[in-house]
């Protein structure tokens, strides 16, 4: 059984950083694209960042604008790394990968068929 957990969450003040981290189990990951979700207070979940199996391939949402770097530590480990952080980063951070199988879309969120529970990160003075 797959499982992705997410470590790293926490509470940073405006213009702080931190660092998320993903760890897959239950089968491996090599050769693989792995992201993340965030879903903010009242908000739909809405597509962050992901990685491909070769580490130099890479794609962010547009409101990412050069602030998060995705990186692949190892086949099962993604980590995401959050720097000038806002308010409006507050959210729930979802690590999330397709099934071999999958059609998947990382910016319609479509066909991604594990996730984690999550962790929260506030962004807050």
């Known amino acids: 059984q797959v499982q992705l957990v997410e470590s790293g969450g926490g509470l940073v003040p405006p213009g702080g950083s931190l660092t998320l981290s993903c760890a897959a189990s239950?089968?491996?990951?090599?050769?693989?694209?792995m992201g993340w979700f965030r879903q903010a207070p009242g908000q739909e979940r809405e597509f962050v960042s992901a990685?491909?199996?070769?580490?130099?391939?890479t794609m962010y949402a547009g409101f990412v604008k050069g602030r998060f770097t995705i990186s692949r530590d190892n086949a099962n480990t993604v980590s995401l790394h959050l720097n000038s952080l806002k308010v409006e980063d507050t959210a729930v951070y979802y690590c999330?990968?397709?099934?071999?199988?999958?059609?998947?879309?990382?910016?319609?969120?479509?066909?991604?068929?594990?996730w984690g529970k999550g962790i929260l990160v506030t962004v807050s003075s």
């Open positions: 999330a990968a397709p099934s071999p199988d999958s059609d998947y879309s990382w910016f319609a969120g479509t066909g991604i068929d594990y």
């Open positions: 239950g089968r491996t990951f090599s050769g693989r694209t």
């Open positions: 990685i491909g199996w070769n580490p130099t391939t």
